[in-house]
């Protein structure tokens, strides 16, 4: 009776979950939804209670791809946790490299020239479009349209990597960024590349938008399911597609401008319903700013070297004192925090991942929805467990 | 009217599906043993060393200097130093790897080695069909594994290596010319001296 006073006392969207109370007199169900189960995207399980069809209690329970990132990038040199950071969100190891190389920046009051801005820009919108089309994909999978989305999105994310191998030299683990620029200069055979694939992706996005939003079934299935209170979602500090989905305007490439981004023309999309529709529709919506940023990133972009000549690979000590670079990384705020007592190596190495933080919503997403419907709004935080564990 | 978005995405598919017919863009799978798609020039995956000339232990460009070892991030090299030193591709004397072994079920394909080599010596290879039925003899690749000819680098990355040769052959005429500045030199001193001794 005290914990049903408490719920009424609290404001609305106040930070813990309603009590849900199983009505009858049956049994509750235990299950434990993964580790292995095929939505859970990796090694992820999510204690659920169930009272008939509907979710009762539900506890996430991460941890099982735990491998020690932090600590280890304490004992390296600072060049050493580069290729690491590809690691930590494998869908998007370019907005990694991206927001570790800022951080170290920072520390060590490194320039960046303007090509290479102008790279950075390039690459993180291409991730950007990738990442938002597979996690559609692999959204709509969920619900049991056994592949033909997800393909789609894979033949569109196919080009994509093309490109980051011609330029990088690895599809996935890039390790491509360097504190005052980047590693290699992109061809102008690279950029006609690119900029041929950037013409052919408004018919990518025009395609899974006749393909999808107005599906009578997928309405159904995402339409009120796993609302996201903005209030909630402002003080669980949820980031990314999914805060702008609850209608909150923020997204750090505006808010902070980092890079160049404050050069660029484009469009915030907020969602009204906050609920799972409107964050597949938020991706979508987003694939198309990302492809106004592109279009314009490869209008501009100007010669020059793409490495400060006067940066340095290994062996800089940054004088003692602390950092924190964070970039709208496709699933939220990526941040990493350093701090440098004058060594060779970090003393304090942390990561902010967004899939961690907007993790932590999903019991009130959930709560009161049927079992089937947990599993679409667990795929629409669109989250990767390289990135949760660590 | 119900089902009229259904109606549209199949209409969508049916256009991928009668597309895959006639256009080769919307065919994008190869059936993978059989047929190959040729690889991308800046891919990598793990390291080889680069000798010069036909021998490959004389070649090896590797001077042991073990900055690659430090700088690895999963700490996949091992390296032992010799005890003599033998001529590098400027004659110069050099210590050379007595031992130089890279655990590549370790390796992560970063080519950090590649990037802190100031001697040109460690490159990053394409050859991926590396399975093998013994985990750990079978991929623990010695330095006679591991080195490779020149060629065989600039045939799998030619911008690459073309600039590397260029670079590693303006350093061995600059350093030619020194030496035979120094011996010239050395040979002027040899011709003066008997004139000085005869006074």
């Not at chain 1, 927001?99 to 060590?108: D, P, Q």
């Not at chain 1, 597979?134 to 393909?151: D, N, V």
């Not at chain 2, 040769?165 to 011996?183: G, I, W």
Request: aromatic residues 8%; negative net charge.
């Amino acid at each position: 009776m005290a914990v049903a006073d408490n719920k009424t006392e609290k404001p609305e969207g106040w930070n813990r979950p309603p009590v849900m109370e199983p009505d009858g007199d049956g049994e509750l169900l235990e299950v434990a939804m993964g580790p292995h189960h095929p939505s859970t995207h990796g090694v992820f399980r999510m204690d659920v209670a169930l009272d008939g069809e509907r979710v009762i209690r539900l506890k996430p329970v991460f941890g099982y791809l735990h491998r020690n990132h932090e600590k280890l990038a304490e004992g390296m040199s600072y060049l050493g946790s580069m290729p690491f950071t590809d690691r930590l969100d494998y869908i998007c190891s370019l907005t990694n490299n991206w927001a570790y190389a800022l951080a170290v920046e920072k520390l060590t009051g490194q320039e960046v020239p303007e090509r290479a801005e102008y790279l950075r820009v390039i690459l993180g919108e291409l991730t950007r479009f990738q990442n938002h089309a597979s996690s559609i994909g692999f959204l709509i999978q969920e619900m049991g349209a056994s592949g033909t989305p997800l393909m789609y999105a894979f033949r569109e994310r196919e080009k994509i990597l093309d490109l980051f191998e011609a330029l990088t030299g690895a599809r996935m683990m890039v390790n491509y960024m360097r504190f005052g620029g980047c590693r290699v200069d992109a061809s102008a055979a690279w950029l006609d590349a690119a900029r041929k694939v950037v013409a052919g992706l408004p018919a990518f996005t025009g395609e899974m938008d006749r393909l999808l939003s107005t599906n009578e079934i997928l309405m159904a299935r995402t339409q009120g399911i796993g609302v996201l209170r903005p209030e909630l979602a402002v003080n669980a500090g949820v980031t990314g597609p999914m805060l702008r989905a609850s209608g909150v305007n923020y997204d750090i490439r505006k808010v902070d401008g980092y890079g160049i981004y404050n050069r660029f023309n484009f469009r915030v999309p907020l969602g009204d319903h906050w609920d799972v529709y409107d964050r597949y529709m938020i991706r979508l919506l987003e694939m198309r700013e990302s492809i106004r940023i592109l279009e314009q990133a490869l209008k501009d972009i100007p010669a020059g070297p793409v490495m400060d000549p006067k940066a340095k690979l290994r062996g800089f000590r940054p004088k003692p004192g602390e950092a924190y670079g964070r970039i709208e990384a496709p699933k939220g705020e990526l941040g990493f925090y350093l701090i440098s007592d004058g060594g060779p190596n970090p003393y304090r190495y942390r990561v902010r991942p967004p899939s961690l933080i907007n993790l932590t919503v999903l019991e009130d997403m959930a709560l009161g929805e049927n079992v089937a419907d947990v599993v679409l709004i667990f795929g629409s935080v669109d989250i990767v467990l390289g990135e949760v564990d660590r | 009217m119900l089902g009229e978005g259904i109606l549209k995405g199949l209409a969508v598919t049916a256009r991928n599906f009668a597309g895959s017919f006639v256009s080769a863009e919307r065919l994008t799978t190869v059936q993978y043993p059989e047929e190959r798609i040729a690889l991308i020039e800046a891919t990598r995956d793990f390291p080889f060393l680069v000798y010069d000339g036909a021998g490959w232990e004389a070649g090896l460009r590797c001077v042991a200097c073990q900055i690659c070892e430090k700088e690895c991030p999963p700490k996949c090299i091992y390296i032992e130093k010799s005890a003599d030193k033998k001529p590098d591709y400027v004659g110069k004397p050099q210590f050379y790897p007595a031992r130089f072994d890279i655990d590549i079920s370790v390796c992560m394909s970063c080519q950090i080695c590649v990037e802190v080599c100031p001697f040109e010596a460690i490159k990053m290879d394409t050859e991926f069909e590396l399975s093998t039925e013994d985990r750990f003899a079978g991929l623990l690749f010695d330095r006679r594994r591991l080195a490779k000819p020149n060629e065989h680098y600039r045939r799998i990355h030619p911008a690459e290596a073309a600039e590397v040769d260029a670079r590693l052959a303006s350093e061995k005429a600059k350093a030619d010319a020194k030496a035979r500045a120094a011996s010239d030199a050395a040979a002027a001193r040899a011709a003066a001296r008997p004139a000085k001794g005869g006074d």
